[in-house]
């Protein structure tokens, strides 16, 4: 496998990113390199959906949105759907109802939706109520940035920093090192949280030197040591053609 859809198993069923480093942009490449019909969506405010990615958008409520997108799918083969802006610049996510309904009319040959917010940082550990990952989630896809390795911990590069200084066991201000992104990416209250038993991959993202990678493949290696809910960690580079840098297994 050198794909990243096949990667990612994401192919069919529904994927959800959640995490910070990289989402969207994970998102974005999955639903333009799969080859069949594609939906693309947000349990949570989300930015516009960028005009590049060539997809037919859905910008609706309730049923409206449901009956829209499952008409859109029958003619085209990538559908942007969310509700209406909530705040400037930022459209509506979908409740677990909505998107129940949409799956289950099996229009998409692959559902991508965003599962939570990290307002563009790098690292992040959710909240009580994080992430919204739907009903039905045949694969959770926790993001985390490389490039957090090597900098200090503060708020220039964490969202929800206190979570993350209680799931990482680093400090305000200390350097993050591979330890520590081995430690959110294996715990339950890190990138695992609500995961329960579906499939998860974790992504290495911003791995865009040599540096980075040496720090990413250590901090994956510990983390697959540190848990089995997963087999494998995935290291990309969307500055690279072909994104995929490694893919690091048990």
């Not at 930015?47 to 609706?60: D, H, M, T």
């Not at 559902?111 to 307002?119: I, M, P, S």
């Not at 694969?139 to 993350?164: D, F, K, W, Y």
Request: glycine share 8%.
């Amino acid at each position: 496998m050198n794909d990243l859809v096949d990667v990612l198993e994401s192919r069919t069923g529904t994927s959800c990113a959640v995490g910070a480093g990289g989402k969207k942009t994970t998102l974005y490449h999955l639903a333009t390199t799969h080859p069949g019909r594609v939906g693309l969506t947000s349990t949570v405010p989300t930015a516009r959906f960028p005009s590049r990615l060539g997809a037919y958008e859905v910008i609706a409520e309730g049923g409206e949105l449901v009956d829209a997108v499952l008409q859109a799918a029958r003619r085209h083969p990538l559908v942007a759907f969310a509700r209406p802006e909530v705040k400037r610049a930022r459209y509506g996510g979908l409740s677990s109802q909505l998107l129940e309904e949409i799956q289950e009319a099996r229009v998409f040959d692959l559902l991508l939706v965003k599962g939570d917010g990290a307002r563009r940082r790098w690292i992040k550990a959710p909240t009580a109520d994080e992430p919204v990952i739907p009903i039905g989630t045949t694969t959770v896809l926790p993001v985390v940035s490389a490039r957090a390795m090597g900098e200090p911990l503060t708020e220039q590069i964490a969202h929800r920093l206190h979570r993350v200084e209680k799931v990482t066991g680093a400090r305000y201000g200390e350097t993050v090192r591979p330890a520590h992104i081995a430690r959110l990416l294996a715990d339950p209250d890190g990138s695992l949280k609500g995961t329960g038993e579906m499939r998860v991959i974790p992504i290495l993202n911003m791995v865009d030197n040599k540096e980075l990678e040496t720090a990413a493949l250590e901090a994956a290696e510990a983390a697959l040591e540190m848990t089995d809910r997963y087999d494998r960690i995935v290291l990309t580079c969307h500055l690279s053609p072909d994104r995929l840098v490694a893919v690091v297994s048990r």
